[in-house]
């Protein structure tokens, strides 16, 4: 088939890499403007080593990247972790229109950060959707999902890239053919299962300490590493990465007021919260490198007793 490819970084080079390894016709690659002082989008990188047109224009709104889009004569557009707002007249132009990639189990948590909040949520399992794009955000009609369990010590990434980003990859190049073989029977989502949840950005990843254990760690491994879940120490930003929550099962071990660190030892350090301990095995102090908990305890003078959070 003669596609294009919309999208960009590593997810939008893997889906181009998997299309042409199968022998599919990439005319064309659009992907967002880089930053000042960002690093080569790679699917924009992937595209220029293959001498395939790449088209980055700042907004897909434009006649501009409609023509553009026209002038490939594609049979589908594959979206691949697309944040550019894609109207109908761009997404209606190939000959069969578009399929898009979303990684959650639509119409359940639409929105940009559909990985980090089923796990901030406690949720037990999660998914990806491919879909036609409408002009409502994650709200067109899907033609197949794929389903996978959130473990309770999954995190952000290993869901994300030990499973949705191949399992996407390979969800893309089957509705593709199911599209071009005529074999997609669209289901409309249901309206009354739909959920919108927004960003996940610094103002949700601040850590409350006196909320359920199992809230601090659901956020901790739901923003690893992105966001990454934050306390202060000392007034500065403590991010906290990897973690392990150790629930108290009697009164008697509940060490500590919540927010404090507990104990330290050569690999981590414990911090009370309500309801047992958080293990702290990686952070990053006041914007540093990411380091070992323990050495950073050692580098930023954090002593048994220290308040997190103050």
Not at 129 to 138: E, H, K, S
Not at 215 to 237: D, S
Not at 258 to 273: E, N
Request: one cysteine or more; a neutral charge.
């Amino acid at each position: 088939m003669r596609i294009a490819i919309i999208g960009q970084q590593d997810f939008g080079k893997a889906v181009l890499e998997a299309m042409l390894a199968r022998g599919d016709s990439v005319a064309g690659v659009f992907c967002a403007p880089e930053k000042p002082a960002e690093k080569p989008d790679p699917l924009r990188s992937a595209a220029e080593q293959r001498y395939i047109p790449v088209y980055q224009l700042p907004s897909l709104k434009s006649s501009e990247a409609r023509e553009a889009l026209r002038g490939l004569e594609v049979d589908l557009g594959v979206m691949a972790y697309v944040l550019q707002f894609v109207p109908q007249e761009f997404a209606t132009v190939p000959t069969l229109g578009m399929i898009q990639y979303h990684p959650s189990l639509l119409p359940h948590y639409r929105g940009p950060s559909s990985i980090n909040w089923p796990i901030i949520r406690g949720e037990e399992r999660t998914g990806l959707t491919i879909f036609r794009p409408t002009d409502g955000l994650d709200e067109g009609p899907i033609i197949l999902q794929k389903e996978t369990a959130i473990g309770p010590d999954d995190t952000l990434a290993s869901v994300y890239f030990d499973r949705l980003f191949p399992m996407g990859v390979a969800a893309l190049l089957e509705a593709a053919d199911l599209v071009v073989n005529g074999k997609a029977q669209p289901i409309v989502q249901d309206e009354s299962q739909a959920s919108y949840l927004g960003w996940c950005r610094s103002a949700e990843s601040r850590i409350n300490w006196h909320n359920h254990i199992d809230l601090v760690y659901n956020l901790i491994r739901g923003c690893n590493p992105a966001p990454g879940a934050w306390t202060t120490f000392k007034g500065k930003k403590l991010s906290l990465f990897d973690a392990r929550k150790h629930a108290a099962r009697t009164f008697s071990q509940c060490k500590g007021t919540i927010g404090t660190v507990t104990a330290i030892d050569q690999h981590s350090v414990f911090v009370a919260a309500q309801g047992g301990q958080i293990e702290l095995q990686r952070v990053r102090y006041d914007g540093g490198k990411k380091l070992p908990a323990a050495q950073f305890c050692a580098e930023a003078a954090l002593e048994v007793g220290a308040l997190l959070g103050d």
